[in-house]
């Protein structure tokens, strides 16, 4: 075979949908010398994660812990785990994730009753109020508080209240979330979540933050069928992550990446989680006024709009994959895609993390100004950059 | 609560059954920029991932690629995509591991036929004909090649011939083996096998390459059913995995810890696979006569020794975890603990990836011998390293 040299991939400024750019702390975290999975010192990391998580989710759920893979994995960790043959599953959607969990519940066994509604808007709490008026024997609401294919956030408060009074348990998708937009798993009583390490944590990816409540304990517990999976078995994983000192091997942990994620959520501890969420929605104005000046439109209705991901329409006649082809060949920037039926039609840039930050917001509306003059598109010059620093500059920045 | 901070792990030597030590350069490699998991130079190196990877496992599968979590992960990926409700699965079990498939299967609503072997001995390949004698109707033989709970090397390229015998497939476990121990995956047919990133590949915990031929695929292609794993789905994750320019988005793929395996990978094929499998032999031979010098002696029979995994009876009266607390303690070195019944039983010395070392194994010895005299345990002193640099003088190192 050619011989192949070690990869070293070109410094690029993640703004798309994630992975977001990862913080050199976390970089430099991950490269720290391998412990061992059962060694003292790592149980007591391992603890510290826990409280970290706590931290971030705002709960003190006991089962509480990072799955092992990427978020995939940790949404299919609450479907295989709380959803049983023959439930009746209301699941929400309004993107791609929506559908995402559709096919987890019925690769479950179970049947997912469907409450649609447009991308680009947020989950109306009318629809899953008539839905679970329409369906008394659902067992579960399943919706994505953030979703990342189009940018709109859902009240993940209402719905969770909704689903309570018809005595169902609520799985929340907090993905694009965590870190980013208010979230309070214990005032809100999110039954179970799952997140990822690589949006609003600036984390690598590879691992899924999740956490569970008293009920979603207790209908795992009550199972009647094992758990599909025996790799993402919440019985068994505990045996691991649980309390104490007595820690039973499970799987080898990702013992590096989890490093990284520990430094994650260092830093959010040390900058506060309330600060960073005004920070992403400090970062998100000062966009929205340059995008704005600039002509584009916003793909979500105001007021549903997720700081941390920002999807805008791609102008009339302007070639989305030439623009963002030229952008990441001549500036190193990534923006994202549409996804499914919004491919081609909107462009999703994120402000994630420490990526949340004046200098991108001002590089990105840069970059994007002289790519799309360069290709004529019918856009307004000179006046993105001062719409954007004139938020900065009036909230302190 | 309590302010937590950055986590410094000590350094250790790690001689279990793995996590190996991971090689400066692969922990250097993780911390390189993180970049989209769509950009095309990321692209570009999956592509070279492929063909490490084919390197590795000697193999020109198509469907071969690293999955994005540990090897409990490749190894439900094996399982939840080949085995079907209803089928009938020969599996073989002499240690954890086996015992782990038979999970998998059943999970997979399927039956498991279980062949047993002694803990400590290799998979009878008399007992798996008998089982399929006995059952025709099976589909699938699955073993494990290098069983990690024991330290035994089982003939995978008779197993898998005597499965093709009668038109079933075979699921091969190299979680252990891989770069350390010869696997043919080509040579002997193997059709469905997994491994793990850190055991001799030197690589950190959190990644499982998997290699599938095309009888494998062809059964997958063939399914009536889809496979009960989103996160796990072949078909789905070939659409990103897949040869092309056009890579659909699955999941987010663990961008840094793939650096690191492709470094790890890199790294074998510097070396060559051959010799990397002759250097843990010889490192494997070395150890072997040190600690028969010090008078301890091997769990499993000579000639169905793994090199890379030395399991040594623990000598009567001698306390298990105050010896392996002391040595950590003292001189951070990490050795392994029994499993299951073999618990308090044996230690289970690695000498896996580079750290199949002279250094490791005269270290190793010299830190056991000092810790068992301090104990007074009934061992030969004096003689161990001498013992070991005889062999490694002889071979050349």
């Given at each position: 075979m050619t011989t192949i040299r070690s990869f070293n991939p070109p410094i690029r400024t993640l703004m798309g949908p994630g992975p977001s750019d990862v913080h050199p702390r976390i970089l430099e975290a991950m490269a720290r010398p391998t412990i061992g999975h059962l060694d003292p010192v790592f149980v007591g990391m391992m603890d510290e994660m826990k409280s970290l998580l706590h931290y971030a989710f705002r709960t003190r759920n006991e089962l509480t812990l990072p799955v092992s893979a990427p978020g995939s994995a940790g949404m299919e960790t609450c479907f295989v785990n709380l959803v049983e043959p023959g439930d009746k599953v209301i699941v929400c959607q309004n993107g791609v994730f929506g559908g995402r969990m559709k096919e987890n519940v019925e690769r479950s066994g179970a049947t997912a009753?469907?409450?649609?509604?447009?991308?680009?808007?947020?989950?109306?709490?009318?629809?899953?109020?008539?839905?679970?008026?329409?369906?008394?024997?659902?067992?579960?609401?399943?919706?994505?508080?953030?979703?990342?294919?189009?940018?709109?956030?859902?009240?993940?408060?209402?719905?969770?209240?909704?689903?309570h009074d018809q005595g169902c348990l609520v799985i929340v998708d907090a993905v694009t979330s965590l870190g980013g937009s208010p979230l309070e798993v214990d005032a809100w009583g999110i039954d179970a979540i799952y997140s990822g390490s690589q949006k609003c944590l600036s984390c690598a990816p590879g691992l899924s933050p999740v956490s569970f409540g008293p009920r979603a304990v207790e209908k795992?517990?009550?199972?009647?069928?094992?758990?599909?999976?025996?790799?993402?078995?919440?019985?068994?994983?505990?045996?691991y992550w649980g309390g104490g000192t007595k820690r039973a091997y499970h799987h080898t942990a990702p013992i590096n990446g989890l490093y990284g994620l520990h430094e994650a959520l260092v830093m959010l501890q040390e900058e506060g989680v309330e600060h960073s969420w005004k920070r992403h929605t400090d970062m998100h104005e000062a966009l929205k006024a340059g995008f704005e000046a600039l002509g584009l439109s916003f793909v979500v209705p105001?007021?549903?709009?997720?700081?941390?991901?920002?999807?805008?329409?791609?102008?009339?006649?302007?070639?989305d994959a030439a623009v963002r082809g030229l952008l990441l060949k001549r500036y190193g920037l990534e923006i994202g895609a549409g996804l499914g039926d919004l491919a081609g039609k909107i462009w999703r840039v994120g402000l994630m993390g420490h990526g949340a930050s004046a200098k991108n917001v001002v590089f990105c509306l840069t970059a994007l100004e002289a790519v799309l003059s360069e290709m004529k598109a019918p856009i307004a010059a000179g006046v993105a950059v001062p719409a954007a620093q004139a938020v900065l500059a009036a909230k302190g920045y």
């Open positions: 009753i469907m409450v649609k509604d447009e991308w680009g808007k947020p989950v109306d709490p009318n629809k899953v109020a008539e839905a679970l008026a329409a369906h008394p024997d659902a067992k579960i609401v399943a919706f994505v508080q953030a979703e990342t294919s189009t940018g709109a956030l859902s009240d993940a408060e209402t719905i969770t209240r909704l689903a795992i517990k009550a199972r009647k069928t094992p758990c599909q999976s025996w790799f993402l078995d919440l019985s068994l994983v505990m045996n105001e007021g549903s709009r997720l700081p941390q991901l920002n999807s805008v329409t791609i102008p009339q006649g302007v070639d």
